[in-house]
């Protein structure tokens, strides 16, 4: 099976610029994550959806932060104004459902300068 | 708040030599699962644990998940250069419905 497709793999930005990250899960998993890699880190919940709804946004900074799971398959999470400390791969992984294996994307790494 | 702690956060091993990382939850979990990412890559899954006091094996590694659903180990036998990475626990926080990471072991196997 295929597995997470996300893009863009690579992107720099200054500081006040936008970016918006796109990931497509495997096909019929129904739980989708954004996770936050810092360097020397774990990853970090952003945000989850259980199909197109949305399970847990706690750690999202919702101020400049947001995600959407319009259709229940494919995400989009974008940063409006970025700042420097947004410095990290983006990691999108997706699940058949409740707490099975995580199948993680390659990750999208963000450099804000 | 929820904490998944893990140690040590770097470990140099010359090839051959064991390899143990140890992850501790402040709260206990519905299960554990571990994670490898190899240096520029993304977390693979390794194995789920779920029963206390559960030992699983899978050729040099084993995993262990302590009596009290709070700690876990995983352990490399005889280290080889492709053990290189990080290795994350996550565990799986019933009351809050998510997988906490712990911050990672990297470990390097010198040849």
């Known amino acids: 099976e295929a597995g997470v497709a996300q893009s863009p793999r690579y992107k720099i930005i200054e500081k006040r610029q936008s970016v918006a990250f796109w990931c497509n899960p495997i096909?019929?998993?129904?739980?989708l994550y954004w996770y936050q890699q810092i360097l020397g880190q774990g990853p970090k919940l952003l945000i989850q959806f259980q199909n197109n709804g949305v399970v847990d946004d706690s750690q999202l900074p919702k101020d400049r932060f947001s995600a959407e799971r319009l259709k229940g398959v494919d995400s989009t999470l974008k940063i409006q104004p970025a700042k420097l400390e947004d410095s990290a791969v983006y990691l999108c992984?997706?699940?058949?459902?409740?707490?099975?294996?995580?199948?993680f994307g390659e990750g999208s790494r963000l450099t804000v300068l | 708040g929820q904490q998944v702690m893990q140690i040590p956060q770097y470990q140099h091993v010359q090839e051959g030599e064991d390899f143990t990382t140890y992850c501790n939850s402040s709260?206990?979990?519905?299960?554990i699962q571990w994670y490898k990412q190899r240096p520029g890559g993304h977390p693979v899954f390794l194995i789920q644990?779920?029963?206390?006091?559960e030992v699983k094996k899978q050729k040099r590694l084993t995993f262990q998940f302590g009596e009290a659903k709070k700690n876990s180990s995983l352990h490399i036998t005889a280290t080889q250069t492709t053990d290189v990475g990080t290795y994350f626990c996550a565990g799986w926080e019933r009351n809050f419905n998510k997988f906490y990471f712990g911050s990672g072991t990297k470990l390097n196997v010198k040849p």
């Open positions: 644990l779920v029963k206390s006091g």
């Open positions: 709260t206990t979990l519905s299960n």
């Open positions: 992984a997706s699940s058949r459902g409740g707490t099975g294996e995580l199948f």
């Open positions: 096909s019929g998993h129904a739980t």
